[in-house]
T-cell receptor
C-alpha cells in the first residue's frame, strides 16, 4: 500500500554540521512528496514539497530531490542551526484518491547543539 | 489572518467518558482533515470533509469515533466511551481544494 519510511532518530548534530534524513516511499506511481516540520510546542508546518520525478523542493536552506530510480526523497541541509531542532516528517499523497490526504512517516527527531 | 484553531488544547478524560474536540478552520477553506498522532509517531488520517460532506471516514478506528461539520465550517470530533488507547494528539488541518494543508496546534487527549 501507500507508505513512507524514514530513518529513525533521534539525530543529534553540532551546529553547522551537514544533515541528511533518509526517506523512501512505496508506490507503483508518482505521488507528491513532502517534508513537514514540527517545532517544539507548535503545529505541523509544510517545509517543502515535490510533485513529480526529478523535482527539487527547497526552503529555509533545506532541500530534497524526488528520485524515482531509488524511490527516495532525502532531506538535506548543508549547515544546521540550533533553531532547526524539531521533528521532521516525510510524507506523501496516496495514489488513487481524488483529494489530498497526507500519509506521514514516523518522524525523525533532530537536536542541534551549539 | 487567523490560522486553524483547536479547542481545548488539553483534555483529560476518565475511561468511559465522552469527549468533543473542536476545530475552527481557516475561513473559506473547503477541505478539512482530522488526524490522530500517537506519542512518538507520525499523524494518521482519520477523516476528510469537503464543505459539509464527509467524503472519507476510513481512518476512524472504531464506531466510537464520530465527526461532523454541519455548516461546512467548524468541525467537531466526538469520541464516545473513551479508552486508554484513544490517548493521543488530535490534529485538524484545512485547505483550499488541491492546495497546502494548514494544521492547527492539536488537542492532547489523555484518558486515565
Amino acid at each position: 500500500g501507500d507508505s513512507v519510511t524514514q530513518m529513525e532518530g533521534p539525530v543529534t548534530l553540532s551546529e553547522e554540521a551537514f544533515l541528511t534524513i533518509n526517506c523512501t516511499y512505496t508506490a507503483t506511481g508518482y505521488p507528491s512528496l513532502f517534508w513537514y516540520v514540527q517545532y517544539p510546542g507548535e503545529g505541523l508546518q509544510l517545509l517543502l514539497k515535490a510533485t513529480k520525478a526529478d523535482d527539487k523542493g527547497s526552503n529555509k536552506g533545506f532541500e530534497a530531490t524526488y528520485r524515482k530510480e531509488t524511490t527516495s526523497f532525502h532531506l538535506e541541509k548543508g549547515s544546521v542551526q540550533v533553531s532547526d531542532s524539531a521533528v521532521y516528517f516525510c510524507a506523501r499523497h496516496p495514489l488513487k484518491t481524488s483529494y489530498d490526504k497526507v500519509i506521514f512517516g514516523p518522524g525523525t527527531s533532530l537536536s542541534v547543539i551549539p | 489572518g487567523a490560522g486553524v484553531s483547536q479547542s481545548p488544547r488539553y483534555k483529560v478524560a476518565k475511561r468511559g467518558q465522552d469527549v468533543a474536540l473542536r476545530c475552527d478552520p481557516i475561513s473559506g477553506h473547503v477541505s478539512l482533515f482530522w488526524y490522530q498522532q500517537a506519542l512518538g509517531q507520525g499523524p494518521e488520517f482519520l477523516t476528510y470533509f469537503q464543505n459539509e460532506a464527509q467524503l472519507d471516514k476510513s481512518g476512524l478506528p472504531s464506531d466510537r469515533f464520530f465527526a461532523e461539520r454541519p455548516e461546512g465550517s467548524v468541525s467537531t470530533l466526538k469520541i464516545q466511551r473513551t479508552q486508554q488507547e484513544d490517548s493521543a494528539v488530535y490534529l485538524c488541518a484545512s485547505s483550499l481544494l488541491g492546495f497546502e494543508q494548514y494544521f492547527g496546534p492539536g488537542t492532547r487527549l489523555t484518558v486515565t
